[in-house]
């Protein structure tokens, strides 16, 4: 059994530009999630996918997107790059079924994007 | 709307000791709480899910526990051991959605 994987590692951009950050989740698991932390607090909900599509969202602008391929694996896009997105992005899988009891998530190692 | 906070911020203690770690949250309408282990720089790992019908939960040295009706849980660590040195934190998994709302963490640092 494959454990949640994310790339790349380490990521620095400049403020306006436009990064995509990647997720293969954990063998068998229908459902990503992807989280902000920044640098000292906990992570923060960005968006959730069940089966492609987007199934729930966070406090966060719409240059916040993503993607979910047939596969399960994941993309996380953030466009015009501000300071304050400096942070690590962490996604995690898990399986679920509609009206069943929510399953353990499965975190990955994270992306650290720096901003500058 | 769903808070969560984690009581202390930091705690540093000599090997050995036991130790107890606490999470308060606003609302009782959980699915369930989770607490995790960050090392520096790194993901998270799930150490212990306590369900909301549950009461506690045990994995070795680790114990945690939930007050639903209080809005509290406790993580009691036996026998600490320097490679406990991580920052512990606690979430909720709120909504229909996998949700998880964390509260900022504890730093912990057990000196040899």
């Known amino acids: 059994e494959t454990g949640v994987t994310q790339s790349p590692t380490h990521l620095i951009k400049t403020r306006g530009q436009q990064v995509t950050l990647r997720c293969s989740s954990q063998?068998?698991?229908?459902?990503v999630s992807w989280y902000q932390q920044a640098l000292g607090q906990g992570p923060q909900f960005i968006f959730q996918?069940?089966?492609?599509?987007?199934?729930g969202r966070g406090n966060f602008p719409p240059r916040f997107s993503g993607l979910q391929f047939p596969n399960y694996s994941s993309e996380l896009n953030v466009n015009a790059l501000e300071l304050d997105d400096s942070a690590l992005y962490l996604c995690?899988?898990?399986?679920?079924?509609?009206?069943?009891?929510?399953?353990?998530?499965?975190f990955g190692p994270g992306t650290r994007l720096t901003v500058l | 709307k769903q808070e969560v906070t984690q009581i202390p911020a930091a705690l540093s203690v000599p090997e050995g000791e036991n130790l107890v770690l606490n999470c308060s949250f606003t609302?009782?309408?959980?699915?369930?709480l989770q607490w995790f282990r960050q090392d520096p720089g790194k993901g998270l790992t799930s150490l212990l899910l306590?369900?909301?019908?549950?009461r506690e939960q045990t994995s070795g040295r680790l114990n945690a526990s939930l007050d639903k009706s209080s809005g509290r849980s406790t993580l009691y660590i036996a026998a600490s051991q320097p490679g406990d040195s991580a920052t512990y934190l606690c979430?909720?998994?709120?909504?229909?959605?996998?949700?998880?709302?964390f509260g900022q963490g504890t730093r912990l640092t057990i000196n040899p």
């Open positions: 996918y069940y089966r492609e599509e987007e199934n």
């Open positions: 995690a899988s898990s399986s679920q079924t509609r009206g069943g009891l929510p399953d353990t998530q499965y």
């Open positions: 979430a909720v998994e709120v909504g229909h959605v996998q949700k998880l709302v």
């Open positions: 063998s068998g698991h229908n459902t």
């Open positions: 609302d009782s309408a959980i699915y369930n």
């Open positions: 306590i369900q909301s019908s549950q």
